[in-house]
Each structure stands twice: as C-alpha cells, then as structure tokens.
C-alpha cells in the first residue's frame, strides 16, 4: 500500500514538472535556439493533460488477500549449538596436549563456546518469533480489512482511501477529489476541475524560420482541450478506485468554476457527471480511448459544444443511479 502511495506521489511530481517546463517554455519561446524546446515542452504538457487516464495505482486483489493463508511460524534455531556440541563431544586431545596440561583447558574454551552458541541460537529465534508474530498481525489486520472492504463495510472502503495519497497527480494539474462510500459496494467522488489554471489558453508552434510563434488557442480548440482534459481526469478517478477497493461502481462527478450570466460570478457547476460500473470500465483500454468519447460507453450527464465548450449539468444521484438505485 506504501509503495503505491509513493507511485502515485512520483506520478504528481512528473506532472507538476510537465506544467513547469511549459510554463518556463513560453518565456524562452523568443530565442531561436531554444525554440524547438520550447515548443516540445507545450506538446509535451498538452499530452499530459490529456493522458491522466493512462496512469494510476497497481490493482490490489483483496479476494485474495482474505483468501491468504497464515505466515508459518519458525522452527527454533539450534545450528550453532549442535556444531559447537559435536565439536566438545568429538574433541580428543593429543598426546602432547595430554602432557603439556592442555587437554583440559581446550575443552573448557570449547564448553564455552557451547554456551555462546546457545545464546546466539536462542537470539537468532527470539528474533525470527518476533518478525514472525510481525508478520501474523499484519496478516490477521489485512485479511481482516479485506474481509470488510469485501463486505460492503463503508468505513472499511474510507479507511482505505485515507491510508493513499491517490489523487496527488490530479491534484499537481489543479484538481481536488471529494469521495465519499455508498452501500452495495459503491462510491462517489467529487473532481474540482480548474480548467483556468490547467488549459493553456496560448499555442506554441515552429515557423519554419526556426522560431516559436506564440498566437491565442483558437476557442474551438480550448474547448475540446478542456473536455479532453476534464473525461481524462473522471476516468482516472474511477480507475484509482477500481484498483485500490472492490467496489463494483462509482459516481464521479467533476466540477468547474462557469461564467453564470445572471450574476457576472464564477460559480462552481457540474460538467461531468458519469456513472461507471466495474464490469464495463474493465474492457476499456485506456491507452488506446479518446477520452470524451469514451463515456458513450457509461450512463452520463455531459452537455458539449464545440462552440461554447462544456456546460452546466445535472449530477447523477449516486445512491440513485444504476441496477440498484
């Protein structure tokens, strides 16, 4: 569990590299020399945002860690006792050790070390019932948590989000999840989506004298970039769930800050609101799907137009929706 925390915290870090760079290749985009670079750095940054999908944690197979058997306990170690016996018992001083009144003095060192032996036997074991009562407590604790989890047990599934740092590489992009557990081994996730902060609104291109041209990303353009962007991210959502629990469905959501007309603000909306069972999510291939229209294959709330991009819709209701809702 620790080593996919850590996966997923190198996994930010690499993204959050990515924006750097392409934010530091706008500003290096007027050299000729560097022009090249540049523009490789806003490819390579517009290929992340719409590649979140794409990465994610090791799926966890709880079934079979509560199907695991027991760690075995150690046999008590006594290798160096039974040498330093069989080098006492079969010791027999010569005939000059005889005279020279050594005989006696070597079989004491050897009785000693005898009793040395059985002390580093008796360490060695106490060592290994230590790593082994370790090992058996981790072992009750798991299958026990796998048991749970495998139960529908809600705040077995939560305990198991909080023990990750799932969402660090969506959160590097300006993102931040809500998740909250459901009966009948369902969960529902909230995404903060800060399209504004995250889209380039700039294109970086190579003239063919060599330089960088820097020119506004036609509306059109933006538009489906952020869709992309926003699909990707709710796939990767569902995708860390999937991998670390056994819930059979989840709800996501994601949300962004929209012009309401009304009221001149920025108000928080939906844009994206899908239901997506386990079943059908695991005959994607997720290296291969265009993002946005990849949610054909999900019940979905979605309202795009390549004219004025993402719009506000209604979020699916997570205790609703579905075969059991």
Not at 5 to 12: I, L, S, V, Y
Not at 134 to 141: C, K, P, S, T, W
Not at 214 to 225: A, E, I, Q, S, V
Request: glycine residues 4%; aromatic residues 6%.
């Amino acid at each position: 569990m620790a080593a996919a925390a850590r996966a997923a915290e190198r996994d930010a870090q690499r993204r959050a590299k990515a924006r750097q760079r392409y934010l530091a290749a706008v500003g290096r985009a007027t050299e000729l020399q560097q022009a090249a670079e540049a523009v490789q750095e806003y490819e390579e940054y517009v290929a992340s945002l719409l590649s979140i999908h794409k990465g994610g944690s090791d799926p966890i197979n709880w079934r079979t860690r509560a199907g695991q058997s027991a760690p075995t306990p150690p046999v008590r170690t006594t290798h160096r006792e039974v040498s330093a016996r069989l080098a006492l018992d079969s010791y027999n001083p010569t005939s000059l050790a005889r005279w020279l009144g050594l005989g006696e003095t070597r079989k004491e060192r050897l009785a000693s070390e005898l009793d040395e032996a059985r002390k580093n036997d008796a360490a060695d074991s106490a060592a290994a019932e230590r790593r082994y009562q370790e090992a058996l407590a981790d072992y009750h604790e798991q299958r026990e948590l796998a048991e749970r989890l495998l139960a529908g047990d809600v705040e077995a599934l939560m305990e198991v989000i909080r023990e990750f740092n799932l969402f660090s590489a969506i959160s590097a992009l300006g993102s931040s999840v809500q998740i909250r557990a459901l009966p009948n081994l369902r969960m529902a996730a909230e995404l903060q989506i800060h399209g504004e902060d995250c889209i380039p609104r700039q294109a970086l291109t190579l003239l063919k004298s060599g330089r960088a041209s820097t020119k506004k990303l036609p509306k059109g353009d933006y538009y489906r970039l952020h869709q992309d962007y926003v699909c990707s991210a709710v796939l990767r959502v569902a995708r860390e769930l999937f991998a670390l629990t056994p819930v059979e469905a989840v709800t996501v959501t994601a949300t962004d800050m929209v012009l309401n007309s009304t009221t001149g603000h920025l108000e928080p909306q939906a844009l994206l609101s899908a239901f997506i069972p386990r079943a059908t999510f695991e005959r994607l291939d997720l290296n291969r799907v265009d993002p946005s229209d990849c949610f054909r294959n999900f019940l979905h709330n979605m309202n795009f137009r390549p004219s004025t991009g993402l719009g506000p819709v209604d979020p699916l209701d997570p205790e609703r929706v579905g075969p059991n809702g």
